[in-house]
């Protein structure tokens, strides 16, 4: 992708702005920056000529860019180096989230990106508020937006992938997708989730269910368990489903962070 000699040695900016953009973009040593961010750095950070940025290539890779043009049309740079960006964990987790109120179901999106998530489901419960899958399919765009500018605020070097929305007893059938599988539930009091983590190398694969408000219901217990899915606790305290959902990815995934 980079054909110019690349440093990739560990080292940060943090008061730089950082932009995830396509790989194309890239181009022997230089970057035009697509027409959204030209638009952004131009008119809303009115970032000038010589000012520098990192740009982000999705697969972890991240450029300091030096600017050479900027306007709302046209914007481009020049790549100074490069490094592997450094600040995702080693555990790669996929939260399935039981849709519930836009707002939350947002915020949640926006967080658990910024603890380290590195994928969303969006599931349809018994008890969740959403019963029509096709209806959320305007949505994406805007989740997508908000996975995308979590990721750059965060610092991180992907942006979470955001699956279909699934059933809840269709994606409990993929629980062999994934190295492990945990449901998060109040009644369960003997396996805590920092210690069932504990048991998984770094690397893993795992995905975590979080229902919607309610909970689940008798049969979606029974489904899952049958699945060999593994319920899990998270304390003696009853949490909202947004806050079970980022102290969950929370608890997981600072077990998981690289040495920097």
Known sequence: MYPYRANYTIGY??????????????AAGRI???????????????????????????SGNEAVVALTTVSPADTRGEVLRVYRNRRE??????LGLGLTQREKFEWVLQKATEAGASAFVPLITRRSLVQNGG?????????????????????????????????????????????????????ETSRRLWKAAGTIPAGSRAALLIGAEGGWDD???SQALAAGWQPVSLGRRILRTETAAIVAAALLLAQFETEV
């Open 89 to 94: 964990p080693s555990l790669h987790l996929t």
């Open 135 to 187: 209806q959320m399919e305007e949505k994406y765009p805007r989740w997508r937006r908000i996975l995308q500018e979590a990721a750059e605020q965060s610092g991180r070097g992907i942006v979470p992938a955001l699956l279909p929305v699934q059933p809840f007893d269709v994606f409990i059938r993929q629980c062999r997708s994934y190295d492990c599988g945990w449901l998060a539930w109040e009644g």
């Open 13 to 26: 900016n943090y008061a730089m702005h950082r932009f995830f953009i396509p790989p194309e973009s890239f």
């Open 32 to 58: 035009a920056f697509p027409a959204e961010c030209a638009r952004q750095m131009a008119r809303v950070l009115r970032l000038q000529p010589g000012e520098q940025v990192i740009a982000l290539d999705g």
């Open 219 to 221: 049969e979606e217990l």
